[in-house]
């Protein structure tokens, strides 16, 4: 499936993401150490030969342009042509900004019909995983409908109100499109499991491009494929279902959507397990990143605190440049950080040159770049106290401390 233009979309606001994305757009936001959230969407498209890539950017891009345009241009070629290009809205076909993400690829209709290729790859890029895109397209190729939705087999009792549900028949048309509903509808003659909606899909160009022309111009007006553009095409257009499994990456079916905090932190923690679902260190299906240049990181052997119980081994993740002389276990430590003799951090994420002084003490919480804890300063022990020093804590009690904050 050469003839495919990706569109991975960036332009979110990430509101739940406060206050991660103050500064910053979502697909920028730091992830286990030594990446950012794009890095998984766009080292996929790396491993599935995917070299026309446009990232479809809004609010706050700055770093994240930087982020592409420095750590991932070495990747793409022109003259072989290649090409990975930050969009943000051009206005071509509207005065506004994207309205979502339907929206998004209209107003780039116009790059699109000029690259002459026949099919999209449509991509969010605040997700974690690992997908071989050719599985995908070649799927979509041989099914020969006019659109291929990404899925993902889930239990119907954990899938309640959670994601949006796509309802197919035995041969994998889809029938119906449910938003969160409260009783997702099962797999045909499987009642505990559903197939929730990856938000990757994979269009026929020239149709894409008529429908969202007609939807622009026409009084039933949408912005969104999940919500507006793929359930006005049931019934009359043929869609399948492609349910993920993790088929060519060394790895299962491991997929989170870090949309909010709690879901953020969770993902971060999942590396941590003694075999995690999504291994970093797999040399099969490896993650790029733009890697800064820090000498690596120093870590002292700390005896385990007295108040503390570990019952068996804690794994962490240092970057390069951290040096950590305290006691840490279940963190994700960043770039360039100092965890100073006698601090205690755990079940923790810190962005790079995050500052922990002596005496410190840090439960469930995420730091995020250049903060400094002074010494004797506590975390994520009292929320109510976290909340008066400016900091959000999330539904489950993540304590988040915005960039550039001095704990006192």
């Not at 690259?115 to 605040?126: P, R, W």
Request: net charge neutral.
């Amino acid at each position: 499936m050469d003839n495919a233009l990706t569109l991975l979309l960036a332009g979110g606001k990430g509101t739940r993401l406060d206050p991660l994305t103050r500064s910053r757009a979502k697909p920028a936001v730091p992830f286990g150490g030594s990446y950012r959230i794009i890095d998984f969407a766009l080292s996929n498209c790396l491993h599935s030969e995917q070299f026309r890539i446009l990232v479809l950017s809004q609010y706050k891009s700055l770093s994240l342009e930087r982020h592409v345009t420095l750590g991932w241009a070495r990747f793409f070629h022109r003259e072989f042509g290649h090409w990975l290009d930050v969009v943000p809205p051009q206005l071509r076909a509207a005065d506004d900004w994207y309205l979502g993400t339907a929206n998004a690829v209209y107003q780039n209709l116009d790059a699109i019909e000029r690259s002459g290729v026949e099919h999209l790859l449509i991509l969010a890029s605040d997700h974690i995983y690992k997908m071989d895109y050719r599985r995908l397209l070649a799927f979509h190729r041989d099914h020969g409908g006019v659109a291929t939705v990404a899925t993902l087999r889930y239990p119907v009792a954990d899938a309640a109100r959670q994601f949006g549900i796509v309802e197919v028949d035995a041969d994998g048309r889809i029938r119906g499109f449910h938003e969160k509903p409260d009783c997702p509808p099962p797999l045909p003659g499987d009642e505990t499991n559903c197939l929730a909606s990856m938000g990757i899909y994979v269009f026929n160009a020239k149709f894409l491009a008529g429908e969202l022309g007609r939807a622009a111009h026409g009084t039933d007006l949408g912005h969104d494929f999940g919500l507006h553009i793929l359930p006005r095409l049931i019934g009359r257009e043929t869609m399948y279902a492609y349910t993920y499994s993790g088929a060519g990456t060394g790895g299962g079916a491991y997929w989170r959507d870090v949309g909010t905090v709690d879901a953020y932190y969770h993902a971060n923690m999942d590396l941590l397990s003694n075999k995690p679902e999504l291994d970093l260190h797999d040399p099969r299906w490896p993650i790029y990143c733009d890697q800064l240049n820090f000498p690596p990181p120093r870590v002292a052997v700390i005896p385990t605190p007295s108040d503390r119980k570990t019952p068996s081994p804690r794994h962490n993740i240092i970057a390069n440049g951290a040096v950590v002389e305290g006691w840490i276990a279940g963190v994700v430590v960043g770039f360039n950080c100092r965890i100073e003799p006698g601090a205690i951090v755990e079940d923790s994420v810190l962005f790079d040159a995050v500052m922990i002084e002596r005496g410190v003490e840090i439960r469930r919480a995420v730091l995020d770049k250049r903060v400094r804890v002074r010494a004797g300063a506590k975390i994520g022990f009292d929320t109510e106290k976290d909340r008066r020093r400016g900091f959000v804590v999330s539904k489950e009690g993540i304590t988040c401390v915005p960039s550039d904050s001095v704990v006192e």
